[in-house]
């Protein structure tokens, strides 16, 4: 029996981590290629696991710190030869998870939190929001126990833009 999709053996998932990888403006992680990659339902985690690691010792891909990997020159040149294989509605939707992907990371590099330990058994919560040209806000707050604090935190990391304007609205109204 025929298989259908994109994916029918070991090479085309390489020849589709290094279209999706030449994209990247980040490192990823195997999980966050697999997601990345998975625009085909014959693809799975396994073949992933599989593919980065050969790719890394081929020379196509490097591996960061933090078991992030990145194409390298050797793995764009071969890549942009043999992307014309994939099809076309998994390179559309592979470069729309890319594109999310880029986002997420470049929003989430201007939010940051810290959670700091007190003597008494409360948390510190620093959240900071920047932009391109430096910190719009840093915010302070106290938090009963880790639990809370982490909470905090993940919340700011989703609402931190909300936040800012809701700050500068009151601050700046004139009633």
Do not use: W
């Not at 050797?74 to 992307?83: C, F, L, N, P, W």
């Not at 076309?88 to 939190?113: D, G, L, P, Q």
Request: aromatic share 8%; glycine share 4%; with cysteine.
């Amino acid at each position: 029996m025929q298989r259908l999709g994109f994916i029918h053996d070991m090479m085309d998932v390489k020849v589709l981590i290094l279209f999706v990888t030449a994209r990247l403006n980040y490192p990823a992680t195997m999980q966050e290629l697999y997601e990345l990659c998975y625009q085909d339902e014959c693809l799975s985690y396994f073949d992933v696991c599989t593919a980065v690691p050969e790719m890394v010792a081929s020379g196509h891909l490097r591996q960061m710190e933090g078991e992030k990997y990145e194409i390298t020159e050797k793995g764009r040149q071969d890549g942009g030869v043999t992307e014309d294989s994939i099809a076309y509605t998994v390179k559309v939707k592979a470069e729309s998870a890319v594109a999310r992907f880029n986002r997420k990371i470049h929003r989430n590099s201007f939010v940051k939190t810290q959670i700091i330990p007190r003597e008494s058994g409360e948390q510190s919560v620093l959240l900071a929001l920047d932009d391109e040209k430096g910190n719009l806000m840093t915010l302070e707050l106290t938090a009963p126990d880790q639990r809370q604090a982490r909470y905090l935190a993940e919340s700011f990391q989703q609402k931190a833009e909300i936040l800012y304007n809701m700050v500068m609205t009151e601050l700046l109204d004139e009633t």
